[in-house]
């Protein structure tokens, strides 16, 4: 099947910037959307934002003007450029894609990586 594996988290002061990465790994036919989601203990996953294969993106409004979604596509792998980091963006961010398995014909599937840990603090 498709691995996620997320990396890139850790502390940061406010104000400071990380950058997430998630690659792909495993049979993989084609990756159509993918995007990045945070988790707060207690509360429901959010988007933050994501991305078209095409490269048309979205964000959730907290995060607009601060983050940054891309993608390389040759590469199976999604980034999440964080700038601006407030203390409310801790959280554990999660990886997701949808993608058609090289294993399975004609269907698609979300996948999810095992998240990381992202925490803005002084």
């Known amino acids: 099947q498709v691995q996620l594996v997320e990396s890139g988290g850790g502390l940061v002061q406010p104000g400071g910037s990380l950058r997430l990465s998630c690659a792909a790994s495993?049979?993989?036919?084609?990756?159509?959307?993918m995007a990045w989601y945070r988790q707060i203990p207690g509360k429901q996953r959010d988007l933050v934002a994501n991305i078209a294969r095409g490269g048309n993106t979205n964000y959730a409004d907290s995060v607009k003007g601060r983050f940054t979604i891309s993608r390389d596509n040759a590469k199976n792998t999604v980034y999440l450029q964080m700038n601006s980091l407030r203390p409310e963006a801790t959280a554990v961010y999660y990886c997701?894609?949808?993608?058609?398995?090289?294993?399975?014909?004609?269907?698609?599937?979300?996948?999810w990586g095992q998240g990381t840990q992202v925490t803005v603090s002084s």
């Open positions: 997701y894609c949808n993608a058609s398995p090289g294993t399975v014909v004609g269907a698609t599937f979300a996948f």
């Open positions: 495993g049979s993989i036919f084609r990756i159509y959307t």
